[in-house]
């Protein structure tokens, strides 16, 4: 009978120092459908199985020198696959010597004289297990696979949700906070100051004559006198503020846990930071000042929630244009009267906004 490449069952090693013997195996072996190799010495096997070639061994050695070798085990490391079958031919060894082959890492022990369809069926048995050890590899390989893509995937996803954030949150020009992130900050430290009766203040800042700026001296240099601002805001806060771009020319910050003393001692010395910082542009000199407004919770009794911190911050600095720009005006420095009016103003104009949007705008603390 011809068999063909398809019908072939395996490769099988067969290692025996008799070589009509180790001929005689290797016959029946190829007309039982299997591919055959032939070593004399373990230094043979240890080399063919090595080669990655093989899917099953068959030694036939004498009971001393398998007492002598761990030769199964060594065969087996050397394979480097997950399972390779091995069977131990020997003539009728004990039951020391068969426990001793197994524990050597041998998968059957027969005798030399077994017929070789009782050998081919072993040997199929044994394939049957193998094939499941290499259907197991290479499923956990493939598994490993996608894992390590999926790890990739997950931190590439990480860098571009970081990268989106960072858009969402951040001013191109001058990497501060944007509005957006702004108004969630203050309205979530508003939330924590009332809570846990802490004190919370808001500086709001206005480039003087700004557009004089851009008008002179042109966008780019208008530009550079932003980040510049920004550079000045950032190194003279503390860690916990959050510096932020508001507008064109309008800048904020948040102090947590600073009250009015705190908030217009912050506004002196950035004030006097940016009247003192010469803004060099294509060799010519630009002088700028910067207006503040400046509000406190709780320092500012009438304040009852972030919007009206805001509101009020931003009349204090109108009110510090009003004056001439290049200075501070804290929400505090308005007399009685004028305190009253702006928080009946500023009720006003939520109450219109609820009338239009059908809900409050306000915390229910108002009037309090």
């Known amino acids: 009978m011809v068999t063909t490449a398809s ?114 069926a072993r040997l199929r048995a044994l394939m049957r297990v193998k094939r499941l050890h290499d259907e197991l590899r290479a499923s956990r390989q493939a598994l490993a696979a996608s894992l390590a893509r999926e790890r990739q995937l997950l931190a590439q996803l990480r860098r571009d949700n970081a990268h989106l954030l960072t858009l969402c949150t951040t001013d191109p020009l001058t990497h501060l906070q944007n509005i957006r992130h702004f108004n969630t900050f203050l309205a979530s430290e508003f939330k924590v100051a009332r809570r846990y009766q802490r004190k919370l203040s808001l500086l709001v800042f206005d480039l003087d004559h700004f557009k004089v700026v851009n008008d002179t001296h042109g966008h780019p240099s208008g530009d550079y006198v932003l980040k510049e601002f920004a550079v ?72 009852a929630d972030a919007e009206m911190l805001l509101y009020f911050a931003d009349q204090a600095l109108l009110r510090a244009k009003q004056l001439g720009r290049d200075r501070a005006f804290a929400f505090g420095m308005f007399d009685p009267v004028e305190r009253r009016r702006l928080k009946r103003q500023y009720l006003a104009s939520c109450s219109r906004r609820t009338d239009r949007d059908g809900k409050p705008a306000i915390a229910s603390t108002v009037g309090r």
């Open 232 to 303: 000045i805001l950032e190194r003279l806060v503390r860690d916990s503020d959050v510096v932020a771009r508001t507008g064109g020319e309008e800048f904020s910050i948040v102090l947590p846990n600073a009250g009015r003393t705190q908030a217009q001692g912050f506004a002196q010395r950035i004030g006097k930071a940016v009247c003192e910082r010469k803004f060099i542009v294509y060799g010519q000199e630009i002088h700028v000042t910067t207006s503040v407004g400046a509000a406190s919770y709780p320092d500012d009794v009438e304040i």
């Open 7 to 120: 019908d072939i069952q395996g490769c099988v090693l067969v290692m025996d120092h008799d070589p009509a013997r180790s001929a005689s195996r290797h016959a029946q072996l190829i007309s039982d459908g299997w591919q055959a190799l032939l070593a004399r010495d373990p230094a043979g096997a240890l080399a063919a199985v090595q080669s990655g070639d093989v899917d099953a061994v068959v030694l036939d050695v004498s009971t001393e020198e398998a007492e002598a070798l761990d030769l199964p085990r060594v065969l087996r490391v050397a394979s480097g696959v997950p399972h390779l079958p091995i069977i131990v031919m020997a003539p009728a060894p004990p039951e020391q010597i068969r426990c001793q082959f197994l524990e050597g890492g041998a998968d059957d022990i027969l005798p030399n004289d077994i017929s070789p369809a009782e050998l081919g």
